[in-house]
């Protein structure tokens, strides 16, 4: 890995300039933050990857983001790839410690959602929806598509936490037609700079409210404001669990546990932890 600085390529496109790593630092590092370092990397495999392989040597707060990832990671080991410079992929390290009970930690991912799509609200003027657990859909031509993605994993004695979201990718650009970019979602602003900082500083706020309650999603307010902002409650879904079953049932909250609870035909309230959620019709029985 090289810094982002050191490469001779990182104009190649004008619309699409390098992160300013100092700017960055001092918009984010200050004294009882929670952010304690920030490295840009011109391209990496996954950033996810790299800062669970040092775990052991982190401190909480650590911030690592590439310009290029060639091996990113979604849920299921699907890949993220995009051009570079074309939108943010960073991970962080958090330690909640002795301040969250492990079986809290669970909650992370969805933090990181809410915190991701009230700082994109703020800093790109862009209704952000979370499909549970951890997809970030935009609006584009009336139809829900997904522009970014969390990924939460234990490593050492904390999490890694990845994100990634597609900022200026064209539609010539876009992996698949059910995705899509802040760009074409028309936001005011697609300068990653500001939405990283955003989309940090949400992260830290709601981080320290939540560990400073314990880790509880209630007395934080993370399970409502999570519930606020789900697409998926009130639609009739599709979860493909592990061991390759599925259930279908309207999905009609999520617990304390932040799992999805599903109603299933027969009446019965399935809470759902894991597993590959489809939307099928929403509330008033429109296709989705």
């Given amino acids: ?51 669970a392989a040092r775990a052991a040597e982190l401190t909480e707060g650590t911030v690592l983001v590439a310009e290029e990832q060639t091996a990113g990671r979604g849920r299921l080991d699907r890949t ?7 939108g943010l992929f960073f991970s962080v390290y958090l330690t909640p410690g002795d301040d969250v009970p492990v079986h809290r930690w669970g909650w992370l991912p969805l933090l990181a959602g809410v915190a991701t799509a009230t700082g994109l609200a ?6 952000t929806a979370l499909k549970w657990p951890n997809d970030l ?9 997904k522009t970014g993605g969390i990924l939460a994993e234990r490593a050492g004695d904390g999490v890694v936490i990845g994100i990634g979201l597609n900022v200026t990718l064209r539609a010539d650009e876009l992996p698949a037609p059910t995705a899509a970019s802040l760009a074409l979602a028309d936001a005011v602003s697609t300068d990653r700079e500001t939405l990283l900082r955003g989309v940090l500083r949400s992260l830290d706020h709601w981080y320290v409210e939540w560990r400073a ?5 209630a007395q934080s307010g993370l399970q409502a404001a999570y519930a606020a902002g789900c697409a998926t409650l009130g639609r009739t879904v599709r979860a493909q669990l592990p ?26 309230q399935e809470p759902v932890s894991a597993g590959d959620i489809v939307h099928l019709r929403d509330a008033q029985g429109g296709l989705t």
């Fill in 1 to 51: 890995m090289t810094p982002s600085d050191a490469s001779p390529n990182r104009w190649s496109d004008l619309d699409r300039p390098p992160l300013n790593v100092p700017a960055l630092r001092r918009g984010l590092l200050r004294p009882g933050g929670l952010w304690t370092s920030v490295d840009v990397v011109d391209v990496t495999g996954s950033t996810n990857t790299d800062l």
């Fill in 80 to 86: 993220w790839t995009a051009p570079a410079r074309s």
């Fill in 122 to 127: 703020r800093a790109a003027g862009v209704d």
């Fill in 137 to 145: 859909l935009v609006t584009v031509e009336g139809e829900e598509r």
């Fill in 213 to 217: 309650a314990g880790g509880d999603a």
């Fill in 243 to 268: 061991g390759d079953r599925s259930l279908v049932g309207e999905a009609v909250a999520i617990d304390g546990d932040g799992r999805l609870i599903l109603s299933t035909a027969d009446g019965v």
